[in-house]
């Protein structure tokens, strides 16, 4: 395994650091909102420019790698993404601070696009899982990781975000200094939302609304804590331990929806997100320590979601369509993500900081209630061996193509002497 790794190493440390500066940074900018006294409102305008420039980002940057290269391309999404991280204390205006959360999320989706894509060009196909877990386990630890960063400084002084603008201009030293050739963009085959939408339904819906749960729970997290009263060790436990509970629990829920009706996985784990969530409003102000546990069992539910869309909308495509649709579901995702801070803070303005978690609570619960109608009324899943589960970061752009069934159809579709007829997968009604 490690003769596999080694020619990802500078990448992943890249990689690792770079998450390590964002996952501080999205925290530090909630939480300084907060001591700002922005209005409710406004965090939220401000919250879903990120998504905005991630979505606008997974339509224009292939352009822009295919042009300069990987190198370039990491190294100006990079710079791109350390600057707009120092304009944060340069200016205290929301407006300026939703440019820098646009420019960011550009970044971090370029970002993504080199990475993935040089994993897929680079992995050889038997080592393919092997490559994505490692992959997965980086994203999600430096995510985790950042948010303890929270405690070596004050949110309210500049240290803080200096500190996760040179975590990210430190990821571009070792892509830079590795004698590693550029490789090709993945070929993705366009499949429309339609398309997607008539294999699977609930897929669609799924990614949507985990988008819509995410994006609020990420961007705004931070603001409910601050607001309930939470120290500053209280943010990062309560951020970074939510984050690694979705780590810990993606393989037992994985395992459970490659056994099962994908439905019915869906359909629980949503009823769990929402009684978490439910939990959380009932524990807030009375102790931290509850809350913080109940978020650690919310993140392992809620950030299984969106997999267990992506893996059943698989199970409706074949291995040629599956990087086209895990772009569609992005796509889809990124409006989810856009959609969930700006309906969560019109709730916190009414509710207060438990508004967050009433928005969670309600979306978990109308996608467990989408899933029940879909299990009941609608035809079953075919019988057959499911596509298997795959834990990948949330916001990978090409992290399909680590899929080994990906590059399975690749190399018979490349070799294969015999024109290749591919049948029309089943659609789930």
């Known amino acids: 395994m490690l003769r596999t790794l080694s020619p990802f190493i500078a990448l992943f440390v890249s990689f690792g650091l770079l998450l390590t500066g964002g996952g501080l940074l999205t925290t530090l900018v909630g939480v300084r ?66 440019l820098m959360r646009l420019t960011y999320g550009f970044s971090l989706a370029g970002l993504y696009m080199v990475t993935e894509s040089w994993l897929n060009d680079r992995t050889p196909t038997d080592r393919r899982g092997q490559v994505l877990g490692v992959y997965s386990i980086v994203a999600y630890v430096g995510l985790g990781g950042g948010q303890f960063l929270l405690l070596l400084g004050r949110p309210g002084g500049f240290e803080l975000f200096s500190l996760a603008a040179m975590l990210i201009a430190a990821a571009v030293v070792p892509v830079t200094i590795t004698r590693i050739t550029s490789p090709e963009l993945p070929q ?28 609020a729970f990420l961007s705004l997290a931070p603001v409910f804590a601050r607001d309930s009263g939470f120290s500053d060790t209280g943010i990062a436990l309560l951020m970074g331990m939510s984050i690694l509970g979705g780590f810990m629990l993606q393989w037992p829920i994985g395992h459970l929806s490659d056994r099962f009706d994908r439905r019915l996985v869906m359909m629980f784990v949503s009823f769990a997100v929402t009684g978490s969530s439910l939990a959380i409003i009932a524990a807030t102000g009375e102790s931290d320590i509850l809350v913080i546990g109940f978020a650690i069992l919310w993140g392992g539910l809620a950030f299984t979601l969106y997999p267990i869309a992506v893996s059943l909308v698989n199970d409706f495509m074949d291995s040629s369509q599956m990087l086209g649709a895990s772009a569609a579901l992005l796509l889809v995702h990124g409006l989810g993500m856009i959609l969930g801070p700006l309906m969560a803070t019109q709730l916190m303005l009414l509710l207060g900081p438990d508004g967050l978690f009433w928005t969670l609570a309600a979306t978990a619960l109308l996608l467990a209630l989408f899933a029940w109608y879909r299990r009941q009324f609608g035809p079953p899943i075919p019988v057959g061996e499911p596509s298997t589960y795959r834990v990948v970061p949330r916001e990978g752009v090409y992290s399909g193509g680590l899929d080994p069934r990906y590059e399975e159809i690749q190399l018979e579709l490349d070799f294969e002497s015999e024109p290749i007829v591919v049948e029309e997968p089943e659609v789930e009604p």
């Open 33 to 98: 909102m907060s001591e700002e006294a922005f209005p409710i409102e406004l965090i939220g305008v401000v919250a879903a420019c990120y998504s905005v420039g991630f979505v606008i980002a997974t339509r224009v940057c292939a352009g822009i790698i295919a042009r300069v290269g990987h190198i370039r391309s990491f190294a100006a999404f990079a710079a791109s993404a350390a600057i707009s991280t120092l304009a944060y204390p340069m200016l205290i205006e929301p407006w300026l601070w939703a």
């Open 188 to 215: 993705i085959e366009p499949i429309s939302l339609r398309r997607v939408l008539e294999a699977s339904p609930l897929g669609l819906m799924g990614s949507a609304l985990s988008g819509v749960i995410a994006g």
